[in-house]
């Protein structure tokens, strides 16, 4: 069975400190891996995505993420934080043939001026 | 381009009520897909649709009817409500078929409490 983990529920960071956001997933091959944004009152808005190659994938808003297979992990990055990157960030997982894309249960990012 | 709209926003039932979320896509997109959102628990999908005329089983299902009304359109039914089915429900689309490496897009979402 695949899954995907969040570790951190609830990260607080202040404006323009770095951020990471943690995934890891459990799946025997290489998964297709996505972030996702969700702000508040809204539906999800894709960040980035990673399926092959290059192992650090750039995204919207600034945001990056580095496929770690030894770590089975798919962190999110961003060097700078702004007060309008305050959301919930949900990683997800989906492996090809398979039906579900499988969403973590989130992280919510607080960001204090 | 509206992209995934969703109606209502908000609705109260009471046990054993009957309701249907409605979904409109515009971006001439093949699968669609409902999911419901739980504190703690994140996105699961209920159903989905990888092209009109066809809808098939997502993780949880029980409970819940689905409709693809046309390639636009895509239903949600609760023939009897009950409170654990208190959740907050997102339509999505994604241009090609389900399982795929495709961007799925999300409307607004529907704030539903069963009482």
């Known amino acids: 069975a695949q899954s995907v983990t969040q570790p951190d529920i609830h990260i607080t960071v202040s404006e323009g400190a770095s951020l990471e956001l943690r995934c890891n997933y459990s799946?025997?091959?290489?998964?297709?891996l996505f972030w996702y944004v969700q702000s508040p009152g809204q539906g999800l808005q894709l960040l980035l995505k990673?399926?092959?190659?290059?192992?650090l994938v750039q995204g919207i808003k600034g945001f990056e993420a580095e496929f770690k297979r030894s770590q089975s992990s798919f962190n999110l990055r961003k060097p700078s934080v702004h007060w309008s990157d305050a959301a919930e960030y949900f990683c997800?997982?989906?492996?090809?043939?398979?039906?579900?894309?499988?969403f973590g249960t989130g992280t919510r990012l607080t960001v204090i001026p | 381009n509206a992209g995934v709209t969703q109606t209502p926003k908000f609705q109260v039932l009471k046990t054993g009520q009957s309701m249907t979320l409605q979904c409109a896509q515009d971006?001439?997109?093949?699968?669609m897909y409902w999911y419901r959102q739980d504190p703690g628990m994140g996105l699961r999908l209920i159903y989905y649709?990888?092209?009109?005329?066809?809808?098939d089983k997502g993780e949880v299902p029980n409970g819940y009817n689905v409709s693809r009304l046309n390639k636009r359109e895509f239903s949600l039914r609760l023939e009897s409500a009950a409170p654990s089915q208190t959740s907050v429900y997102f339509c999505?689309?994604?241009?090609?078929?389900?399982?795929?490496?495709?961007?799925?897009?999300f409307g607004p979402g529907t704030r539903l409490t069963v009482l």
């Open positions: 999505a689309s994604s241009p090609r078929g389900h399982g795929s490496t495709d961007t799925q897009y």
């Open positions: 799946y025997g091959a290489t998964p297709y």
């Open positions: 990673y399926f092959s190659g290059d192992t």
């Open positions: 997800a997982v989906v492996h090809t043939g398979a039906n579900n894309l499988f």
């Open positions: 971006m001439n997109h093949n699968s």
């Open positions: 649709s990888a092209s009109e005329g066809t809808t």
